[in-house]
């Protein structure tokens, strides 16, 4: 499939099925899943800060944590659901080390950094 090709289809009012179709036949089908296990939930569309609380925070918190198990120079921390100091300092220290402004602050970048660092070291203990 090239990109120019599939793009000229879909200015002719091609659904994305019927553009898979053309190039892949006509067996092709999207197939949908309920659930997907394994892959991280999405930036909540807001910053988590000190007095945040909430599922959300958990999470992260929680990734946070098992990321320290392979980078002990992050603290561990409560999962609690609460964001005080010292999951507010386990933050600073994750973006220290991972080379984003240290703020303290889980804005959109440091959410979707904590969950790359977070599935890489989740399935790299899968293999051991």
Same mark, same amino acid.
């Given at each position: 499939?090239?990109?120019?090709?599939?793009?000229?289809?879909? /200015?002719?009012? #091609?659904?994305?099925?019927?553009?898979? *179709?053309? @190039?892949?036949?006509? &067996?092709?089908?999207?197939?949908?899943?309920?659930?997907?296990?394994? =892959?991280?939930?999405?930036w909540p569309g807001? $910053?988590?800060?000190?007095?945040? !609380?909430? $599922?959300?925070? *958990?999470?992260?918190?929680?990734?946070? &944590?098992?990321?320290?198990?392979? @980078? +002990?120079?992050?603290?561990?921390?409560?999962? /609690?659901?609460? #964001?005080?100091?010292?999951?507010?300092?386990?933050? *600073?220290?994750?973006?220290?080390?991972?080379? %984003?402004?240290?703020?303290?602050?889980? $804005?959109? +970048?440091?959410?979707?950094?904590? !969950?790359? =660092?977070?599935?890489?070291?989740? *399935?790299?203990?899968? %293999?051991?």
């Amino acid at each position: 499939m090239t990109q120019w090709g599939s793009k000229y289809l879909g /200015d002719q009012g #091609y659904a994305p099925i019927e553009i898979l *179709r053309y @190039y892949y036949g006509e &067996n092709m089908y999207i197939n949908t899943a309920e659930q997907i296990a394994g =892959i991280p939930a999405s930036w909540p569309g807001y $910053d988590l800060t000190i007095g945040s !609380s909430g $599922d959300k925070v *958990r999470q992260m918190q929680e990734q946070i &944590n098992r990321i320290a198990r392979d @980078y +002990p120079s992050i603290p561990t921390i409560a999962a /609690d659901g609460q #964001y005080g100091e010292s999951t507010a300092a386990a933050v *600073r220290k994750f973006q220290n080390v991972f080379g %984003l402004p240290e703020t303290g602050v889980v $804005d959109y +970048p440091t959410w979707y950094k904590i !969950s790359e =660092i977070y599935v890489g070291v989740s *399935r790299i203990a899968e %293999l051991n």
